[in-house]
């Protein structure tokens, strides 16, 4: 099928790069020409592992190209996939203005029938405006021969394991009209998602509204999870509880289930912490308000902060003249993302109270100096204070302290010896869990995790 997918972001790029890996013919459109320019000399601008390999692979057979003609663009796709950011308005709802621009696009181009499908995620009603920006451009050119139908289809990649995500989804949500052209767009959707339910159906067939709701339900779902495990972690911390013990305890139970309760320095990424705000900015327009997801965001800003908060305990409020080594600047493990990343909020804790600090990451150190540029713009005196090193074990040189913000493999099993004699104090803050309090205690180093202080305290 020929497919045009708008915005080569994480979701835009990959879904993309899967389509044509399954026989699709793709063009994808970017504005921003300094990306396409990356894509079309062989680059991938984004870290996510695997897409290089079906980027490249996909380019040389001639069925994934890159583009900024907007008119060539909507020219080329029956189906044309809307895959653009919706950042956070400053009043905390979807800013639409980039969905809507693409719409407007594709109303002053297309010609024939169109099949739109928001990617996006957008509040309910997203649609609606989307068909009326195509119906106004459609009406302004006189194209009564144009038709098209707009397809709620929400993306639940994830991060690090985006195109694993997308080739094995769990579900395939598509909300759809049950008008002629509604039908019509329909079929070809199924067409194109045919791939994916050769094992077993994975297509959730539903109206519009429901499926641009599911997706803000799917993230406040899990980030409710999470916050929730995270204070408990901090009852833990105070009642001599092992909030590990304790996961392990209750996931066993299948109605709670494993995943995603994993304590720790908080979530980050461009999707958590934007779609629990936009969902509570909707409930706000229908005079609801949600408690429990306004409970998740402050527990959640509350929880970047613990780190700090048990390092200030530890070293005091003044850290002039106190050197850290921090690991992980990314958001999660896998991903050059760091947008709402923990490390941030750490840094600026630290930073603002005088310490110096090395920082490592495996692959967001370029990411890091870009967006740590803009947060410190007006202290550059701070930013001066971050040494990046290309070696984990050189960041924690003289350190008063190892601190953990990210999960990354690399990390799981340091030499200890040589960590313990680089370490001006055998300390590490643990804000991912990482090590066993136990086995730290025994190797003579001070150990601070999340919800875990029971086991360290005992000695
Ligand atoms: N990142 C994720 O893991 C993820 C997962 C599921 C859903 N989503 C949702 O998918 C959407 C995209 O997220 P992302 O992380 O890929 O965003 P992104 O910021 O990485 O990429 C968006 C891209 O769209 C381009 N763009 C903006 N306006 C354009 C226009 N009019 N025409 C062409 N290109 C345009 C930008 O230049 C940018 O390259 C968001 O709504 C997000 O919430 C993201
Ligand atoms: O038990 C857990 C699981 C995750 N996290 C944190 O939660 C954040 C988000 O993690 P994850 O969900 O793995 O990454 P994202 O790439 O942001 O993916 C989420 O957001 C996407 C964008 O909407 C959705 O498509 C995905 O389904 C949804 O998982 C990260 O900071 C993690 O460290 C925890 O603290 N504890």
């Known amino acids: 099928m020929k497919i045009t997918i708008i915005g080569t972001g994480y979701v835009g790029l990959v879904t993309g790069a899967c389509l044509a890996e399954l026989g699709n013919d793709v063009l994808c459109l970017d504005l921003d020409a300094n990306k396409v320019a990356i894509l079309n000399n062989g680059g991938i601008p984004i870290h996510e592992p695997g897409l290089d390999v079906i980027v490249a692979a996909n380019r040389a057979n001639g069925r994934l190209k890159f583009t900024t003609d907007v008119a060539a ?4 796709g029956d189906i044309q996939f809307i895959a653009v950011g919706t950042p956070p308005d400053e009043d905390g709802s979807a800013d639409l203005q980039y969905v809507l621009a693409a719409a407007k696009n594709i109303g002053k181009y297309m010609q024939g029938f169109k099949v739109v499908i928001d ?16 119906a106004a ?28 995500d997308f080739m094995r989804p769990d579900r395939i949500v598509i909300g759809s009209d049950n008008d002629a052209v509604g039908l019509h767009a329909k079929a070809l959707v199924k067409q194109l998602y045919t791939p994916f339910n050769r094992n077993r159906e994975r297509t959730y067939w539903m109206d519009v509204r429901s499926a641009e709701f ?3 339900a799917a993230n406040a779902m899990l980030a409710t999870r999470i916050s929730f495990m995270n204070e408990l972690a901090n009852l833990a911390d105070c009642v001599g509880v092992d909030i590990e013990a304790v996961r392990h305890g209750i996931g066993s139970d299948p109605r709670i289930g494993h995943s995603f309760l994993y304590a720790g320095c908080g979530y980050g990424g461009s999707c958590f912490p934007k779609d629990v705000q ?36 530890r070293f005091g409020e003044n850290l002039a003249g106190h050197h850290f080594a921090l690991w992980g600047l990314a958001f999660k493990p896998n991903t050059d993302d760091m947008r709402a990343a923990s490390s941030r909020v750490l840094l600026r804790e630290l930073l603002s109270r005088g310490a110096t600090i090395s920082v ?4 967001a150190m370029d990411e890091a100096r870009r967006v740590l540029a803009l ?29 953990i913000v990210t999960e990354w493999k690399a990390y799981r099993s340091p030499d200890f010896s040589q960590l ?13 869990n990482l090590f066993d309090p136990q086995d730290m205690t025994d190797l003579g180093i001070e150990y601070h995790g999340i919800g875990r202080s029971v086991l360290t305290q005992a000695k």
């Open 360 to 363: 490592h990451d495996p692959v």
């Open 278 to 313: 936009a969902l509570e900015r909707t409930a706000r327009e229908y005079d609801q308000d949600l408690l429990i997801l306004r409970a998740v965001e402050s527990v959640n800003d509350n929880q970047k902060q613990v780190l700090g908060k048990k390092i200030i305990a």
């Open 420 to 432: 313990k004699s680089q370490l001006k104090n055998p300390i590490i803050f643990d804000g991912r």
């Open 137 to 164: 451009e459609l009406s302004q050119r006189n194209a009564k021969e144009c038709s098209f139908s707009v397809v709620s289809n929400p993306e639940f990649l994830k991060e690090g394991a985006a195109v694993e």
């Open 214 to 216: 599911t997706k803000y």
């Open 375 to 403: 947060d410190f713009a007006d202290q550059p005196e701070q930013l001066a204070r971050i040494t990046y090193v290309s070696n984990p074990m050189d960041a924690t040189n003289k350190a008063d302290a190892l601190l």
């Open 119 to 134: 990617k996006s995620t957008v509040p309910v009603g997203t649609a609606e405006k989307v068909s009326k920006v195509i």
């Open 73 to 76: 663009s909507v020219a080329h």
